[in-house]
């Protein structure tokens, strides 16, 4: 049907564009299409005969080996997620149906988000290579946004080390730098930070695309002032949702907003260092004081999670997406019937449960200290274990794909699940009260469940929620169920009475509390 | 205890709560050694057994999420005798003979001696009152002087300090816990502002059950209002936002308040402030030790009148004895605790009876806010069991001449229905309904419904529910107080606490002022109260004559104990002095609610947050420089 | 894309078009055996050998039996669910009980059929037997209060859906019918149950302790009793 010849013409026209470059790393420096242009539309169910405009048989899964390896790892980012109830599965519900449609769409993106910077293949790809995520022509870390004093910033700017990494830069400014903050090594609401086997820190970075950077700026989110500001009293916050082109066609689609949230483990040895997807980084400590440069540490650091949220037109409450590495934790299931691998990064198989208590915090204080770079200053290290095992659906996804990323580091990573809402209705519904400024575009009015019912309804990556895994409402994990609860700094207008309506919802990302103020503002009093 | 096996630090502090929390942060980040003893159970790395133990719980009560366990296995309140680090529980604060018996040291932690119940209760984990709604409210200018602004009340006396003395230490404390209010809204009675202050986030909204209340009372005659004996009849009420540590914003890395309703027990996000988030930060110093599952067990003084060492009993695992050796000691263990440990220990001087007491006030004047509620229903419906459990009150009613008659009180506006007054809404009135049941007393007709007709009533009964709450002002009597069981001891061995307790005519005065506001408010508001009927049995109830009628009335517990170790300007009257310091011992500081000489009408959280910053900043200026 | 027509989904009409984000419109799928294994996996711990069928048209009879007892709609209680061919001519077998993340329904379900399984089993008969009725929900709350065995499990069955919580049938009746009657006691189901409670969604609220709403809603009114509970 319309779906596979789409995804054919996309596919086409993406082979077109690789063919203007050679793929020598001489040239890795020269830009590529930017992503999801065009939209990658292959989707996981398709129908079985694409002429049939009403198919008499049900839709048939995609196959994900030899024979379509080349059709999708090439793809390109989806710009919008294509999933059905229906399936040729007859013991599968709906739900699972639609799960495993976001599952593929799952593995696309982050395929399209890991594929060479240069536009090559990922199955071309060494460890080191850069991603395109990685590139700062197409994402942007936070503190890049959210400068000192509140400052705008245009996507085109070079990237500012802090002072004390610069003459490391300068010599290499292809390097990554991660400016550490509480946020760096401490998990959210400062839960506690997580010790690798070899007794380093874990660290976590947080990055933006494009349009979301345009909107920040375009209402200077960026800066803590602005949100504060009368300006600003009425915007309802409502990133890019992405959008396939219309219907038949190639072009005309947008991503729409994507943020991504990493976690690195410091690599020492080359053997790690052949397993997973490294770069090459410099790594600012955190600052003590306004007057001392900490150190800036070169490391190689290894993936070991990948967060990404991507937000679209018909799932308003963004899309969420995590991946780990395959050696990080044991699932609770392995551990009981000691099916256990040689090693883990955050879990040692020879010592026992009363020795190292599973999921613990590391014991106080958790700040880094600056003389032992990123050694945690005792000997402790995070025993972790994975408490919601990956569905077997999943698991059996995650094989197909690695299969077809065989030979690169991409074969060691694997999909724990995609939290989406469930309701499509709320999802993209109008409130009942039909008034126009509150169209449909992120609704934050909706009762009793702003969040459209997320399924499944936890999720936790054992590198990145390493604390709050778990099946209790609301205290446990859930992607959803917590961002729905981010807000901003904004204000009511000054002149608005008891009754007038107000929002400060921010539109699922914690992001926006990190806009400072403007140097010489009155702002509240915050760290 | 052998002296070499004992622990050393600079400052040694008992009680890990909001007192003991955040002296140690203070001390903390001034590179000062600090150990912590707290007798509860550790915190742990997330809240999924709290929260779960909440979720399961068949009375939601303040104890509920908290360790130790309310019930036994058996479904029976667990027996204090046998529970090492106890605490009281509102379920044993009903009739004698009944299942959580008030008087049955079976049932009660409290060797309640009456003649009245004490009807506050706290935990024993990170302090003992994460459970607390987060209330942030400042004390009046008055409430410092009530002996001078108020002669006639003989039990009244003045604190050694004022509201200009706390001013700064106030706004340290708000920063600190995270204090959301409009600078000018607060601005009542008296409560001043340095120039340009802003509190370090903005209110919280307004609920729609405020809105309602506002509306009745803003126009009233002087004949309504009389009965208040304020300096002149208002002709209106101003209803004012509460100032309360929970987030209107991102701060300091926890989320903005999402209207769980739920602040007691628990907040299931912590936009609520408790004293974890400070514990974590003192630990973060690195200079700040908590040792869990730690009961100080004496306070040893050694000939020289300092204090040289505090004992303690451990019992995550076997029992172990130890003890603690530091420059400085800091009891926080809450109104009761610190005087029960004070008693527990032995001076040198066999005349004086425990440490710190040669004023033989340690324990006495123990005070709470005696909580009086009603409820009804409102004429239109005011959608209650939406936001933080509460939002507004009423403030402007805190302080007049009244004062020297009766005492004052402070209004609360619940915004959940009716879920604490009648044991548990929605499944009281849900039961009612489903089951052609009466408990809640709208159910007349003992209907039992089904389907449609089962919707529209229970939708129009909740939607219409609204609760109002006075928190009474207690005075210091002499003979409340706290003293030791000679014959009940807890799990591991220590005496009891003993409560003497009564209300004196002066807060029971208070209390038939509130029902008579009450009665003004329901009128102006269209609620109209079920048919309730407090049974003879009920401990709390007591009968008092208004208007030529007899009329039945009964209290609860604000959770608010306060008063058993008193400050003062001089040694042979209170225990301690301004800055919270042992007049008996110079290196001994008893911190929290317990140091108030009068309890006013506000939360003391707030207060005793400024206390213990400026204890501490006394302590790193003066003790340990 | 298309929007799609906004509807109820207790309402849906057969031919629908479900929700599609990309590329075209699938009909509604056909479910015939589908739905009879999907009740094997999705069923869990059942005494008696009923066969995966059985047990898809008892849970379609669940559903619709709760949602005539409790008054709010079967689309609310078991999302997705869809009576096929239509809603006033519900066929047990083709009939979509429903899926959703949360699948309180089944917990439910299990959690009564191991208790009181005879009286359970009439239950759904009844309702079974009174699905097309032109008032099905009267139908089935009549049949229902014909004899106390019955006219008691269904309250505790209402009283769990509310409140998320397990009132004995038996300890209901002795709370009428004795004179002087015991407190009332109940036991919460599970963490999930509770915060699926009905009562306070029926008050235009949310179960104490459970928000999925954000910062300052209470400061509105709340939206229709509609969009709650579906009816």
Partial sequence: ?527 | MAAESCIECDVAIVGAGFAGALIANELGKARKKVVVLEAGDRVPPNINDYMKRFYMATAKVPESPYTPEVFDGAGNLSDPSKVNAGRPTVLSLLPKGSFGDWTDPKKSYLIQKGPRPFASTYDRVAGGTSHWLGTCLRFVPADFKMKTNYPSVPQFVDWPIGYDDLNPWYGKAEEELGVSADVEEQKYLGIQFPANHKYPMPKIPSSLVDLAVADALKSLSADETKFLEMETPPTQIRVRNLPAARNSQPYRNRRACAGNTNCIPICPIQAKYDPTITLNDATSTGFVRILDRTVASGIVVGENGRVSQVNFIQYAGPRANGCVKAKIYVIAANAIETPRLLLMSKHPDPNVKGVANSSDMVGRDLMDHPYYVAWGLTATPVYPYRGPLITSGIGDLCDGPFRNKRGAFRVDIGNEGWNFVIGGDPNVTTLDFVNGMNRSKVNVGQEALFGKKLVETLNDKFTHQFRVGFLVEQTPDVENRVTLSSQFRDGLGLPRPEISYNLSDYTRQGIVAAYRMKNLLFRKMGVKEPPVEIGKDEPTRFEELIDDKVVALSYGGAGHVMGTCRMGSKKDNSVVNSFQQSWDHDNLYLVGSSTFPTGATANPTLTLAALSLRTADKILREDLK | MTDLPHSKPSSVAPGEKEDESAGGFTRRRVLAGAAAATAAISVGAVDSPASAQTRHQDMVAFVLLSAALTGIAEGKLAPNFHPLPSPTNIDLEQSDPGSDPVDVKQEYFDWVNKRHQATFRRLLQFAKDSRNASDRAQAIIDKVQATPDTKYLARSIVLMWYLGAWYDPDHLRALVERPNPPPAKFEVISPKAYTQGWALRVAQAHPMGFSEMQFGYWSRPPSARTDFIGN
């Avoid at chain 1, 939209?39 to 694409?50: F, G, K």
């Avoid at chain 1, 874990?202 to 345009?214: G, K």
């Avoid at chain 1, 190689?300 to 590495?325: A, D, N, P």
């Fill in chain 1, 1 to 527: 049907m319309r779906n596979n010849s789409r995804a054919v013409l996309a596919v086409l026209s993406f082979v077109g564009v690789l063919s203007c470059f050679s793929s020598s790393p001489a040239q890795a420096q020269a830009p590529s299409k930017p992503l999801g242009q065009p939209c990658n539309l292959l989707s996981d169910l398709v129908q079985a005969d694409p002429r049939s405009p009403k198919p008499a048989v049900p839709p048939k899964l995609t196959p994900i080996d030899a024979t379509t390896k080349t059709l999708i790892l090439n793809s390109g980012l989806p710009c919008q997620e294509t999933v059905t109830g229906d399936g040729p599965d007859k013991t599968k519900t709906p739900l699972e149906h639609r799960q495993r449609g976001f599952d593929f769409y799952s593995w696309l993106t982050f395929i399209a988000l890991n594929s060479p910077a240069d536009g090559s293949g990922i199955d071309q790809s060494k460890p080191n290579t850069k991603t395109k995520w990685e590139d700062r022509a197409n994402f942007k870390q936070l503190l890049d946004v959210m400068l000192p004093g509140g400052a705008a910033s245009e996507w085109t700017d070079k990237k500012q080390p802090p002072p004390g990494c610069k003459s490391q830069f300068d010599a290499n400014p292809d390097m990554m730098v991660i400016e550490m903050i509480e946020e760096t090594f401490n998990q959210p609401f400062k839960t506690g930070p997580l010790i690798d086997q070899q007794g380093s820190y874990a660290l976590f970075d947080i990055l933006m695309n494009r349009p979301m950077f345009d909107y920040i700026q375009k209402h200077k989110l960026y800066s803590k002032t602005d949100q504060l500001s009368a300006a600003n009293s009425n915007l309802k916050i409502d990133f890019p949702a992405g959008v396939n082109p219309p219907e038949g066609q190639v072009e005309g689609g947008d991503p729409g907003g994507i943020i991504i949230k990493v976690s690195w483990k410091i690599l020492e040895s080359d053997q790690e260092k052949r397993k997973f997807h490294t770069v090459d980084a410099l790594v600012s400590m955190p600052r003590e004081d306004a007057t001392t440069e900490p150190p800036c540490l070169r490391k190689t650091l290894g993936l070991v999670g990948f967060h990404v949220m991507h937000k679209t037109k018909s799932r308003l409450q963004w899309i969420w997406t995590s991946f780990e590495h395959v050696d990080n934790v044991p699932e609770k299931k392995e551990v009981d019937s000691r099916k256990l691998k040689p090693s883990y990064s955050f879990y040692n198989p020879r010592c026992n449960a009363a020795t190292c208590k599973v999921n613990e915090t590391p014991p106080w204080p958790w700040k880094p200290e600056p003389s032992l770079g990123l050694k945690f200053h005792s000997p402790f290290k995070s025993q972790i274990v994975r408490v919601t095992p990956l569905t077997d659906d999943t698991k059996k996804m995650n094989k197909q794909f690695q299969g077809i990323l065989k030979g690169t580091v991409w074969e060691n990573y694997m999909l724990l699940s995609t939290q989406w809402p469930s309701d499509f209705l709320c999802a993209k519904k109008e409130v009942s009260d039909p008034k126009p400024e509150l169209a449909p575009n992120t609704d934050l009015e909706k009762e009793p469940d702003m969040n459209c019912a997320p399924a499944p309804t936890y999720l936790a990556n054992s590198t990145l929620e390493t604390y709050s895994q778990g099946d209790i409402p609301l205290a446990s994990s859930s992607c959803m169920a917590c961002h729905g609860n981010a807000a901003s700094y904004q204000l009511a207008p000054p002149d608005a009475n008891s009754r007038s309506k107000f929002f400060n919802q921010s539109d699922f990302t914690f992001m926006l509390e990190k806009a400072r103020e403007k140097a010489g503002s009155s702002g509240g009093s915050q760290r």
